[in-house]
């Protein structure tokens, strides 16, 4: 069970937009800063979303990332089929002895 | 080409050991930390060591303090993780990734460890 909770699943339809949430507390994404992930069915992560909304040179800006308080967000616009995937935020936490922690996943099916 | 390469991974005995291995090109290799993180089957992301640049400073995630070293040799461009008294609960793919103020911008394709008997 992650210190950051992520909901397990989320749906929509292609085109549509689609948020994942991320929720931690105080000494984790309340003072640092969130990446996230995304794992397509049998591959390795790939950075989306650094220093909570920065994106890589490569992602499109169909992806974005935002921080609030102690919790995180993931929007993605314009829905593909090639979105189907589980996505990860990821931050530490000043309270553990942990490079980084990650959230539990969330896996994204496109109707 | 900027890639990790990951390699080493197998079925091992409970008890046993194994030597992963990164193999990194295309990119300044002792400019970055370099971590290996694990996935079991089914299961999320998990952290589980890294190492400075330089190789002065190294952390690992409690569950495998004692057992797991991690090590990088600048001079071939390469990152290991020995892995010595594995347990079934070790059974995971290891992904190498570069790290940058804790994010990891690459990551190697992974090397599934098995710990059976």
């Known amino acids: 069970q992650s210190v950051l909770t992520q909901p397990p699943s989320v749906s929509a339809a292609p085109g549509q937009k689609v948020t994942i949430s991320c929720s931690g507390s105080s000494s984790n994404i309340g003072k640092n800063s969130v990446s996230w992930y995304q794992q397509l069915p049998g591959a390795a992560p790939k950075l989306l979303i650094y220093d909570n909304d920065k994106r890589p040179s490569g992602i499109p800006d169909r992806f974005s990332g935002a921080k609030s308080g102690t919790s995180a967000t993931l929007g993605i616009t314009g829905l593909q089929t090639g979105d189907e995937a589980d996505y990860y935020c990821a931050t530490w936490d000043s309270s553990l002895p942990i490079e980084v922690i990650f959230g539990g996943g969330t896996k994204l099916t496109v109707l | 080409e900027v890639q990790l390469v990951e390699s080493g991974g197998g079925l091992v005995q409970p008890g046993g050991s194994l030597r992963l291995s990164c193999a990194a090109s295309?990119?300044?290799?002792?400019?970055?930390?370099m971590s290996w993180v694990r996935q079991a089957p089914g299961k999320g992301l998990e952290w589980v060591a890294n190492?400075?640049?330089?190789?002065?400073?190294?952390y690992y995630v409690d569950s495998v303090k004692g057992r797991f070293t991690i090590s990088r040799d600048n001079a071939e461009n390469s990152l290991c993780l020995q892995m010595n008294s594995l347990r079934a609960e070790d059974t995971a793919a290891y992904y190498c990734a570069r790290g940058i103020n804790r994010y990891y911008d690459l990551w190697g394709r992974g090397t599934l460890v098995t710990v059976s008997s």
């Open positions: 190492i400075k640049g330089d190789g002065s400073a190294r």
């Open positions: 295309g990119f300044t290799f002792t400019n970055y930390w």
